[in-house]
């Protein structure tokens, strides 16, 4: 009894110096504003599109990242060149409702939607929240710097035939397979 | 006008300083937590925070002062003006120094352990007309461990009492010249500081308001200024049980000569507030039954113990 009454009373006493002794240990705040924290090159962030190393857009408005998104934030509406190439008309991400998941970057087949580190989106206007298609692309190819869907795809398009593309094999005429 | 016990310049400065003192530890509590659980604390209103109390200040005067239309408009108006004023009063006794203090009473201990007594109305009243179940939960809670530990908070101070012979508070700081009481009344203080804790219902006996069980306890229907002046008085509450421990145990006024008395005082009390932060940011909250059964089952039989080994060596001394 008088062993656990020296016990408990002894705890205590160890707890109460072990936290005075904090007082000297280096603090774990970042004080953010003054003081950015690393971001991780992998973080998800702001929503971008890219572009290919040519300089088009790379996305091909497959609809893919708006049918993944589990909050319904993307909205986009297909559109086709002449020279046969699928772009999107519009292209609408709702950042109010958007929760950063990145299930729209591992959806997309062509690498264009990407998230970024950035992170300062806050906005007075609630409508200033929504991000068209002109505030989402960028001039560059985000993190994947060679590749350019149309180029492996086999995707007929103007200039390229069918079986034109990197490591494409050229059609099978199925006739000459008859006896 | 000159500085000494019962003129209005004392009066108005101990009044002054303590509830701006208890005003600037709700910035000095949070830094301290902060640094206690290797945070930074508010540090962002003036310098290093100290302007966080105005901000605090400001953000509760101008809050809604609401009173439910459940609730009993009377009781519920009046219990935090009571806590306020008992607190307040309490202080009317406390020697700050040879020559700051309100009155030089013969009954001071009894005085503080009465306005003590008294606040357990203010916490009672509080819950009960709030119409509220977690406000109800916490006044029981509150009358049930402040009636309790008034017990053995005044028993632990008789040992004391004794060994000044005087239950005014100028001779017991007087009568601890050749040594504080803290050495031969080692025991009595440490009871004291845990009955002084669950007293004024601060953590880890805070149990009348534990916000994770019942929301904020007899408080929890307050807004506004209401609120504010629970939660001020429970600051003030902070800086009495310090200065009560200065005063009894560790020789309040008396120091070396190279600093002025009070100086000492405001020192020495500082250093238990600080130790009750501490004790917020380390320890962690009892269950109610064991708090009780703790009081009753172990503090009060060693304080009883404390105060009969003190007559005894009293006794054969003489």
Known sequence: ?179 | MTLEIGSFLSIGLILGVVIVTAALLITVERRLLGFWQERLGPNRVGWFGSLQVVADMIKIFTKEDWIPPFADKFSFVIAPGIIMTVILLSFAVIPFAPNIGVIDSNIGVLFVLAMASLGAYSVMLGGLSSDNKYALLGSLRAAAQMVSYEVFMGISLLGVVALAGSFNMREIVESQVDGWYIIPQFVGFVIFLIAGVAESHRLPFDIPEAEQEICAGYHTEYSGMKFGMFFVAEYIGLVLISSLITVLFFGGWLGPALLPPILWFAIKAFAFIAFFILMRAAVPRPRYDQLMSYGWLFLLPLSLVNLLVTGVIILSMQ
């Open chain 1, 1 to 179: 009894m008088i062993r656990l009454i020296a016990d408990t009373l002894l705890s205590q006493v160890r707890t109460l110096w072990l936290v005075f002794l904090k007082l000297f240990k280096k603090k774990d705040t970042v004080e953010y504003p003054d003081q950015q924290p690393y971001m991780f090159p992998r973080w998800r962030g702001r929503i971008i599109l890219s572009r290919d190393p040519d300089g088009e857009e790379r996305c091909v408005a497959c609809n893919l990242c708006a049918v993944a998104c589990p909050v319904d934030c993307i909205a986009l509406q297909k559109g086709e060149m002449e020279d046969g190439r699928w772009y999107p008309e519009f292209f609408r991400i709702n950042f109010s409702r958007c929760i950063m998941c990145g299930f729209c970057e591992e959806a997309c087949p062509t690498n264009a939607i990407q998230l970024t580190p950035d992170f300062e989106m806050a906005e007075y206007i609630r409508q200033d929240m929504v991000w068209e298609k002109e505030d989402l692309l960028i001039n560059g190819t985000g993190k994947y710097h060679d590749y350019n869907f149309y180029r492996v795809a086999g995707k007929q398009i103007e200039g390229k035939d069918k079986g034109e593309a990197l490591n494409e094999a050229p059609p099978v005429d199925v006739r000459s397979l008859l006896p």
